[in-house]
């Protein structure tokens, strides 16, 4: 599933290239996770003003409103001028003057949805909930510790939950409680003051590193100009189980939380 910095790294690959642009047309392929929430039509003429990004979502500004983009389980867009015939996983396509913008899913759990404004039921409903930027210098340890003493449930949970601070996904959630000495199953509510601070300088560091080196391409992930990510190369726990601590050479371990896989060494992480 694309993550904060595969999203990040998707806008930086095609955002100044389609700034500027007026949608000449729109295709509507089978359905996505939300509707669109207008008609389709409606959106030809309209110009691109920017793409930003918050949490997971792309937003492309419009003179007239904007789309929020999600990718998904398994989605990626792709901007250039092939505008050749939509493949099967094709779902939706936005024609600018400055190339086509085609967000390609396969499992269709994405979506791009039409919202007024930022302000807007459709935009909070969705943007509404979601927790602080990690990589804007709006992330505090002051508030993030307090987050962390509401929660009783594991730290590993409570990260990609979102509501504390957006964006940190599974791969890097497990790189963060690594860097930060701490085991993923860990209640957050009895993470002291210092540990917090080491876990929230080591989520900065590892999402800024992943986005310098393209995100992480596990399977089938691309930036809009088609490039892979790198990132996984130099995992420390995430998909090694069996491995050795590239540290002190413990076995990494992986256990199921919340449906999802977690890699930890037990010697360099504490409870």
Not at 125 to 152: C, D, S, T
Not at 198 to 217: E, H, I, N
Request: aromatic share 6%; with cysteine.
């Amino acid at each position: 599933m694309p993550e904060l910095p595969e999203v990040e790294v998707t806008r930086l690959s095609f955002a100044e290239r389609i700034a500027g642009a007026r949608v000449t047309g729109v295709r509507v392929g089978k359905p996505l996770r939300w509707p669109l929430g207008c008609e389709p039509r409606s959106l030809i003429g309209r110009h691109v003003l920017g793409v930003r990004r918050r949490g997971k979502y792309l937003l492309v500004d419009l003179d007239d409103g904007l789309l929020l983009w999600h990718l998904g389980m398994s989605g990626s867009l792709l901007f250039g001028n092939d505008r050749s015939a939509p493949q099967v996983h094709d779902h939706f396509d936005l024609d600018t003057t400055q190339g086509l913008l085609r967000l390609n899913d396969p499992r269709r759990f994405g979506a791009v949805v039409f919202a007024p404004s930022e302000q807007s039921a459709e935009a909070v409903k969705l943007l509404g909930h979601l927790g602080v930027e990690p990589l804007n210098g709006g992330f505090e340890l002051e508030a993030f510790h307090q987050g962390l003493r509401k929660r009783k449930t594991a730290i590993k949970q409570v990260l990609l939950g979102g509501e504390l601070v957006v964006g940190v996904g599974n791969i890097y959630a497990s790189e963060a409680l690594f860097m930060a000495g701490i085991r993923p199953t860990t209640r957050a509510d009895r993470i002291s003051r210092p540990r917090a601070e080491k876990l929230r300088l080591a989520v900065v560091d590892v999402l800024a590193r992943a986005v310098k080196k393209g995100g992480s391409t596990l399977r089938d992930f691309s930036a809009a100009d088609g490039k892979n990510g790198y990132f996984q190369l130099e995992a420390h726990v995430y998909d090694r189980a069996g491995e050795p601590c590239r540290v002190c050479g413990t076995t990494i371990r992986r256990i199921q939380q919340g449906q999802r896989s977690t890699y930890y060494c037990t010697t360099c992480q504490k409870p």
